[in-house]
């Protein structure tokens, strides 16, 4: 599965840097020179980073054999795409990246079936959207006291929702 972990903004001076929308929560190492990253558009990729650092607020990135502005605005807008495959496993056994998460089969502590974790939304806290055997969409808070247990190994995500929780989806 690819991940997008930056997004090409505009140039960024006359050498080739653009702008980066950083989206991962590790910019350093997804950003490491010499890291290969698929884009989308497919055909402006693979890109390959000459250089990383932060400026005034701002990431901004070079790609190996795009020179000067022009080169660099071409690139405006392709979306910058890792491997799940390619992420080493975070060392907390509390913290899961996203794709993870997603397509897990979601269960009450009493095992009814609520649904399928259809995606994972970062908001003020971080919240699972869960599609219900018919379709409809509900919205689990990711905290401890909501989901006592995730097994990723077993393909599932035991919830204890509070009561009208999932009545709300109704």
């Known amino acids: 599965m690819l991940l997008v972990v930056g997004r090409i903004g505009r140039a960024h001076g006359v050498r080739g840097d653009v702008v980066v929308d950083v989206r ?5 190492e ?5 890291s290969v990253l ?8 693979p890109l390959t980073v000459a ?18 502005r022009d080169s660099a605005e ?12 390619d992420l080493a496993p975070t060392d907390d056994p509390d913290e ?13 502590t009493a095992d009814e079936p609520v649904g399928r974790v259809s995606d994972v939304l970062h908001l003020a806290q971080d919240v699972l959207s869960v599609t219900t055997g018919d379709g409809r969409e509900t919205l689990v808070p990711f905290v401890a006291a909501l989901v006592p247990e995730v097994d990723v ?6 919830i204890d929702p509070p009561p009208g929780l999932l009545d709300l989806a109704e």
């Open 74 to 85: 071409a690139l405006r807008g392709t979306t910058l795409l890792v491997d799940s495959a």
């Open 153 to 158: 190994a077993r393909g599932r995500i035991v």
């Open 38 to 45: 698929a884009t989308d558009p497919a055909d402006r990729g």
């Open 96 to 108: 899961f990246h996203d794709h993870e998460l997603i397509g897990l089969d979601v269960v009450t």
């Open 30 to 34: 997804r950003f490491a020179v010499g």
């Open 51 to 68: 250089a990383f650092r932060r400026h005034s607020g701002k990431s901004l990135a070079r790609f190996e054999g795009h020179v000067g």
């Open 24 to 28: 991962t929560d590790d910019p350093q």
